[in-house]
């Protein structure tokens, strides 16, 4: 099967930050870049283009380079620096008529080069402090927007003479323009919560109403999911659908966060059809012994750290087995099922369960006279 790699630009060595844009475990390799170079649409169709001729592709992300920049802006605003002070003196031979707002125009260049110069350190300092590229990825669009947001305030204030008559003028185009787009700014407010209150990030594999994917960008006014499951397929495969909506469904609506960063997995469940008169005590322990042996010590530490958080809230934490846990239930049809839960990584339950089914059954069918599986045509 040919797979889609995403590599990381140079300097990304961690590997658990390389894991954090991870969008779907059978078609991008663990070893992810920065999720925000999903935006790169020509390399991403470049990619799937390879995807469908059988080939391996690779996305090789454009390295953001803050320090390159900042010694671009650096001189840039040194130029500025020296050439603001010569204007209207007659060095460069300009007339007075043109000299005021040429003035007015290097004041703003200088002031919107020094802006992003600051934001070009700050993203520097980002870079090598924040490890995780999903808080990489929302500090930058915070930076974008701020200094941007900064640049164009200076703009208005210099590049019209009554610059507070514009900005009152602003201020009611704002309040019309205001009401005809609630749609638009709630998203937008919505975004602001989504950084403070962190529903989601980057990375996550969530649930909104009936959508359900990872979470490959966090937008101004919408959310990008890389869909799983859906209309067309069952599980926990990746669709191949990219999935839009807009982010004040967040204050509108339950959201399922299947990957919550204190404890990142659900429980999942395999079930069997048994007789009724089958030897139940053995296909418990039989069930509940696979299991635990093929998950091993990590169900029992993810259960413990379940067991934890449980013990800060008023919910019985004593509830919560630390084995694999079966259970039978009375089916519709003339059937018992068996059903055994454990707890899984939610990207990785579709592999496991397919792991775990044939050593379940092999295990079971060693004694089929003790659990007697439905077999030929019997109802």
Do not use: C
Request: proline content about 6%.
């Amino acid at each position: 099967m040919a797979r889609l790699r995403v590599v990381p630009p140079p300097g990304a060595e961690d590997e658990e930050e390389l894991k954090e844009g991870q969008i779907g475990p059978e078609l991008i390799e663990e070893d992810h870049g920065d999720p925000s170079l999903l935006e790169d649409r020509d390399a991403v169709e470049e990619a799937v283009r390879h995807i469908e001729a059988g080939e391996t592709a690779e996305i090789k992300a454009p390295p953001r380079r803050p320090r390159l920049w900042l010694g671009l802006y650096v001189l840039a605003l040194a130029a500025l620096l020296w050439a603001l002070p010569l204007i209207g003196t007659g060095y460069f031979g300009l007339t007075d008529e043109l000299a005021a707002p040429l003035r007015r125009a290097g004041i703003v260049l200088v002031t919107a080069v020094a802006i992003r110069a600051l934001a070009a350190m700050v993203e520097a300092v980002v870079l090598e402090r924040v490890k995780e590229a999903a808080n990489r990825y929302n500090i930058i669009k915070v930076l974008d927007l701020v200094s941007w947001a900064a640049i164009v305030l200076v703009g208005v204030t210099q590049l019209f003479a009554e610059w507070y008559q514009a900005l009152a003028s602003l201020g009611v185009v704002s309040l019309v323009v205001g009401l005809a787009l609630q749609g638009p700014l709630s998203s937008f407010f919505a975004w602001i919560y989504i950084l403070a209150r962190k529903p989601y990030r980057v990375g996550d594999r969530i649930a909104v109403g009936d959508l359900q994917g990872d979470v490959i960008q966090v937008g101004y006014l919408d959310t990008t999911l890389w869909e799983f499951g859906g209309k067309y397929i069952s599980g926990d495969h990746p669709s191949g659908r990219i999935i839009k909506f807009p982010n004040a469904s967040v204050l509108n609506g339950p959201i399922v966060n299947y990957t919550w960063p204190l404890f990142p997995y659900r429980w999942d469940e395999i079930k069997f059809q048994i007789a009724y008169d089958a030897d139940l005590s053995y296909v418990a322990e039989t069930m509940q012994r696979v299991v635990e042996h093929e998950m091993g010590a990590e169900l029992k530490e993810r259960i413990a750290a379940y067991r934890q958080l449980l013990k800060k809230t008023p919910v019985n934490e004593l509830s919560v087995r630390e084995r694999p846990t079966v259970i039978f239930r009375v089916h519709d049809n003339t059937w018992l099922q068996a059903i055994v839960r454990y707890v899984v990584d939610p990207r990785r339950s579709g592999p496991v369960k397919s792991r775990l089914m044939p050593l379940l059954l092999n295990a079971l069918n060693e004694h089929p006279e003790r659990v007697k599986f439905p077999r030929g045509d019997a109802r």
